[in-house]
T-cell receptor, first 110, second 112 residues
Framework: GEDVEQSLFLSVREGDSSVINCTYT??????LYWYKQEPGAGLQLLTY?????DMKQDQRLTVLLNKKDKHLSLRIADTQTGDSAIYFC??????????FGKGTRLSVIA | DVKVTQSSRYLVKRTGEKVFLECVQD?????MFWYRQDPGLGLRLIYF???????EKGDIPEGYSVSREKKERFSLILESASTNQTSMYLC???????????FGQGTRLTVV
């Protein structure tokens, strides 16, 4: 089955760019997602990308997909203290359950 | 505003008790999921359901069961709660062919 890996911690200074990386194993995964979890809250979908895309940009967020290496990244430009949260990478194929990574805790230093 | 509602934010139960965690969605979604979230382990899938009265085991079903008698409601049952089931439980729903899974706020269960 699918396995999703991501680093557990990232610390950046306010105003810098953050890059959170993720790798997955199942090349048949059709959708790749980034979810954000703020303290005490459920998961909120930030963005997603189809496997036939290389890049997707949405305001401060840029998602890059390297399908050959099964590598996904999320770049947050001009990181703010409000971006401090846990970021989860996830993958699935249509109706199948999402498989999540362990989450990357992003700390933004003022 | 679409919504997935979990009946409790916080629960404290005793070892051996039968525990029901309820999840209701108002989006007429076919697919519903129960995950547990533990520090350093991320979200792990317990059970899921593609339709009423259907259920499928996820990665860690041991010690849990589920019930889906109505499309909008998916219940997670701990038949005899144990301390290693202390965790955050997250319910999600997803419409087939649509990309976004919606999550509830989570239930933090403590078993003492």
């Amino acid at each position: 089955g699918e396995d999703v890996e991501q680093s557990l911690f990232l610390s950046v200074r306010e105003g810098d760019s953050s890059v959170i990386n993720c790798t997955y194993t199942d090349s048949s995964s059709t959708y790749l997602y980034w979810y954000k979890q703020e303290p005490g809250a459920g998961l909120q979908l930030l963005t997603y990308i189809f496997s036939n895309m290389d890049m997707k940009q949405d305001q401060r967020l840029t998602v890059l997909l390297n399908k050959k290496d099964k590598h996904l990244s999320l770049r947050i430009a001009d990181t703010q203290t409000g971006d401090s949260a846990i970021y989860f990478c996830a993958a699935n194929s249509g109706n199948t359950p999402l498989v999540f990574g362990k989450g990357t805790r992003l700390s933004v230093i003022a | 505003d679409v919504k997935v509602t979990q009946s409790s934010r916080y629960l404290v139960k005793r070892t051996g008790e039968k525990v029901f965690l309820e999840c209701v969605q108002d989006m007429d979604h076919e697919n519903m999921f129960w995950y547990r979230q533990d520090p350093g382990l991320g979200l792990r899938l317990i059970y899921f359901s593609y339709d009423v009265k259907m259920k499928e085991k996820g990665d860690i079903p041991e010690g849990y069961s589920v019930s889906r008698e109505k499309k909008e409601r998916f219940s997670l049952i701990l038949e005899s709660a144990s301390t290693n089931q202390t965790s955050m439980y997250l319910c999600a729903s997803l419409q087939g062919g649509i990309t976004e899974a919606f999550f509830g706020q989570g239930t933090r269960l403590t078993v003492v």
